[in-house]
């Protein structure tokens, strides 16, 4: 089966969050199923820069108004399609905000031209190849199935996966003309939401199938809580509804040979990550001693609950636990958690940055992870804790609740439990889970316990691509 998957992020080439992750490791596994997947996404300056020996494929004269290329090449087992549009993609800054942390003012165009292009290969415009089937990945790529709908051309069964319904891409109805699609699109069975035009909103009405990233997300989106406006929308598609959790790439993220890990262990060798623990205290300027170290990995936004991590700091210090943070975000709450590393010298330590590297190393070596998301999709750093034995301490919502089993008395006794969950989202919720980390902590033998438990859960892509595999063996045969 050949597959045309559309993204905006496809990791190792550029990366902001999860949708990276997913878009360039389930590719790979999927070939397992006997998927053969292409990969289309804008060719951003950092995609440009480490591209080699790439093939011209397909020209547009015009898409929506500029010139671009598709460029054919193989990159560390992934086969990408990169549209080369300079007058889109080659500019400062990140894939949607600019060099001062600002949208383009023109993303809804840049996104419906990949889209546009992704359209046009689904139709059979690269020569020698035409794909069985769409997948697309949030609204960046959700226009996908709007042009596969409203052109004339063959329609192929679509996949739209939501990880995260926050962004929706919506945008003012001026645009409309700019999309170039027919005058009736404009209307509430596709694009028309409220007056405006909404991208996620287009997919969701016209993908043959829905996917999120976690089971429980998928039941959570079709509340007003979660649903961001779209709760009527994916109600009413709700047996196109699939929630198929994430995995990770478990040879990228592997203890045992992670070339960033000062020492390598696995689950009879926990012993080993002490050297890589003192090597998290140095990097933060932590006190060298006992005393268990809780890490955050994290965007620094009020989504993840990063304002609550900064209003309980000085009491995880005073429970006798140190806090070391790796992240960025809004800058309120990075002078917040700035200003408790001031006032905690040895207890807490904070980095304002992205750091690939060091998120692996922290995972290696800090003691838990805490992840107070208000809400998350799936998350993937709690499935890296449990790979790397950074017992995770997580909100119960979304992927967290699928992913971490909570060490209550009959998941303890029966030697199951793989974390600690908590709710409410809140400051009194998160203090009472971090109580119980503390109290497990001094049991030595039941902290291995959960360590060990969690490094044996299943965190691969294998049973989710099987998964996505019989969904997409099930729309072809359909003849959808």
Known sequence: MKVLSVSSEVFPLIKTGGLADVSGALPI?????????????????????????????????????????????????????????????????????????????????????????????AAGLLPGWRPDLVHTHDWQAALTSVYMRYY???????????????????????????????????????????????????????????????????DEILTSEFGMGLEGVIASRIDDLHGIVNGIDTDIWNPATDPVVHTHYGPTTLKNREENRRSIAEFFGLDNDDAPIFCVISRLTWQKGM?????????????????????????????????????????????????????????????????????????????????????????????????????????????VATGIQFAPVTETGMLQAIRRAMHFYQDRKLWTQLQKQGMKSDVSWEKSAERYAALYSSLVSKGM
């Open 307 to 415: 304002d609550i991590v900064a209003n309980v700091a000085d009491e995880i210090v005073a429970m006798g636990g140190k806090l070391v943070v790796l992240g960025s975000g809004e800058a309120a709450l990075e002078g917040a958690l700035l200003a408790s590393a001031s006032r905690h010298p040895g207890r807490i330590g904070v980095s304002i940055g992205y750091n690939e590297p060091m998120s692996h190393l922290m995972q290696a070596g800090c003691d838990a992870i805490i992840i107070p998301s208000r809400f998350e999709p799936c998350g993937l750093t709690q499935l890296y804790g449990l790979r790397y034995g950074c017992v995770p301490i997580v909100a119960r919502t979304g992927g967290l609740n699928d992913t971490v089993i909570d060490a209550n008395h009959a998941a303890l006794a029966a030697k």
């Open 152 to 218: 004339p051309t063959p329609e192929l069964p679509s996949v739209l996966t939501i990880h995260n319904m926050a962004f929706q891409g919506q945008f003012g109805s001026e645009i409309f003309p700019g999309l170039r699609l027919p005058a009736h699109a404009f209307a509430t069975e596709s694009i028309e939401y409220y007056g405006t035009v909404g991208f996620l909103k287009g997919g969701l009405k016209t993908a043959h199938a829905i996917t999120t990233v976690s089971p429980t997300y998928a």
């Open 29 to 121: 596994t999927l070939k397992a199923f006997g998927v053969e997947t292409k990969t289309l996404l804008p060719g951003y300056p950092a995609v440009m820069k480490v591209i080699r020996d790439a093939v011209v494929r397909l020209e547009f004269p015009d898409l929506l108004g500029e010139r671009a290329t598709v460029l054919e090449v193989e990159h560390e087992g992934l086969d990408l399609l990169i549209l080369d549009a300079p007058a889109y993609y080659d500019r400062p800054g990140g894939p949607y905000l600019d060099p001062l942390g600002k949208d383009y003012p023109d993303n809804w165009r840049r996104f419906a031209a990949l889209s546009l292009a992704a359209s046009e290969i």
